[in-house]
């Protein structure tokens, strides 16, 4: 009766373990798939960021307009994230998930911004030409 008790114990077990294994499985190589699109299309990987927002998200979550060119009023986009912010506080009742979303988001935006500046930079230097900084004093 024991041999019976154990015999099934370990097939179960087994079983078990196998279907663990085999959805590991299928994770891992889903998420390689992913990470070969993301390395063939690098434009797509900085859509979504490290967070995972897209740049309509970030404006959606803090209520404001996407950036044009660029450009975006970063004192209304402070002021947002502040004020949400404050609201979700985890002491006062509010949601911690929704607090990162809303940190998340004015991370998403700003990033955006900075781009489109290095990109600006980047593209005056261009027209301008290089132009390095002499120090008269040296």
């Known amino acids: 009766m024991a041999h019976r008790i154990i015999t099934q114990v370990v097939i179960t077990g087994s ?5 663990a294994f085999l959805e590991a499985y299928k994770q891992a190589t889903a998420s390689h798939k992913y990470a070969q699109q993301a390395a063939k299309n690098p434009g797509t990987a900085t859509n ?6 897209t740049l309509d998200e970030a404006c959606k979550i ?8 660029g450009k ?20 006062n009742g509010g949601s ?8 998340r988001a004015r991370e998403r935006i700003e990033m955006e911004v900075r781009e489109a500046e290095r990109s ?19």
Do not use: H
């Not at 979504?48 to 927002?53: I, V």
């Not at 949400?84 to 506080?89: A, I, K, P, S, V």
């Open 96 to 103: 911690f998930y929704l607090q990162s979303k809303i940190l």
């Open 62 to 69: 803090l209520n404001v307009a996407p950036p044009k060119c």
């Open 15 to 19: 079983r078990v373990l196998g279907r």
């Open 72 to 91: 975006v009023d970063m004192e209304d986009v402070m002021a947002r994230f502040k004020k949400l912010f404050d609201m979700n506080e985890p002491k």
């Open 120 to 138: 600006a930079e980047r593209e005056k230097e261009i027209t301008e030409g290089w132009k390095p900084k002499i120090y008269k004093d040296r």
């Open 48 to 53: 979504f960021a490290s967070s995972g927002l």
